[in-house]
């Protein structure tokens, strides 16, 4: 029996990461969060003095995608990711660390060592990848695929509204230009851009709500998997 697997992609900040987390207990399906992989990897080759030096080190930094040890595991406050056995939770979701993946992620190598990293996570009773690429890239055979977007100033205030939460002191047009930045090299880099694949439902969240965006995206789940 093949493994049903639901896809979601977009750029930053369209509320990915809470609907495929929300979904993903919806349904009791593995998650996939590949964006983390992503963003540890980047903050693993920063931590090695290697980010500066992704192209002459090349070699040694697939080597350290391959062997990367990293645990996600689930507590009360959240799943906690571990870097080698170091909390690197909080480190994960800053602006500086999503800079670091962007550049990791623009590496045709570098990706190719993360691939079978996720194809590993479609186990049973099913998966919910949450990416830039799954549907177009990792999980072409995917059931039901979602590409969720939203303009860059509501994905800005979002996600300064979520720094804030965490306690840190954010500036919305450093924010913007941050994401306006990310956006353009994640849709013009050559390998995996950010496109939504042909067969994928778009939803634009800029005007939605979380609950909305869940009800449109169950709506549609629900009849692919019923097929
Ligand atoms: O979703 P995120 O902000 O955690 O992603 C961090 C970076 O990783 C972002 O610049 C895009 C990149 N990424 C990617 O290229 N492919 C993925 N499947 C997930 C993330």
Redesign the pocket.
């Known amino acids: 029996m093949t493994v049903k697997i639901i896809t979601i992609d977009g750029p930053?900040g369209s509320g990915?990461?809470t609907l495929a987390a929300k979904l993903a207990e919806y349904y009791q399906y593995n998650l996939l969060d590949?964006?983390?992989l992503?963003?540890l990897l980047g903050l693993s080759l920063s931590q090695k003095k290697l980010i500066d030096c992704l192209d002459s080190s090349l070699d040694q930094c697939v080597s350290i995608a391959i062997s990367l040890e990293i645990q996600f595991i689930a507590a009360k406050q959240g799943i906690q990711v571990y870097l080698e056995n170091e909390n690197v939770t909080q480190a994960l979701r800053t602006e500086t660390t999503?800079e670091l993946?962007?550049k990791v992620?623009s590496i045709p190598e570098l990706r190719a060592a993360l691939v079978s990293r996720q194809h590993a996570f479609a186990v049973e009773p099913g998966l919910v990848a949450d990416?830039?690429?799954?549907a177009t890239s990792i999980f072409p055979e995917a059931q039901a695929k979602i590409y969720l977007t939203a303009s860059a100033e509501s994905r800005a205030q979002r996600r300064v509204n979520q720094l804030q939460e965490m306690g840190l002191d954010v500036k919305i047009n450093d924010i913007l230009a941050n994401i306006q930045a990310?956006d353009k090299?994640?849709m013009e880099r050559t390998v995996?851009p950010l496109k939504p694949a042909q067969d994928a439902y778009i939803i634009d969240s800029s005007e939605l709500s979380i609950n909305e965006v869940f009800d449109l995206m169950t709506a549609y789940i629900d009849q692919k998997l019923a097929k």
Not at 131 to 134: E, V
Request: aromatic content about 4%.
């Open positions: 930053s990915k990461g590949s964006g983390a992503y963003r999503g993946a962007s992620a990416g830039r690429d799954m990310r090299r994640d995996a």
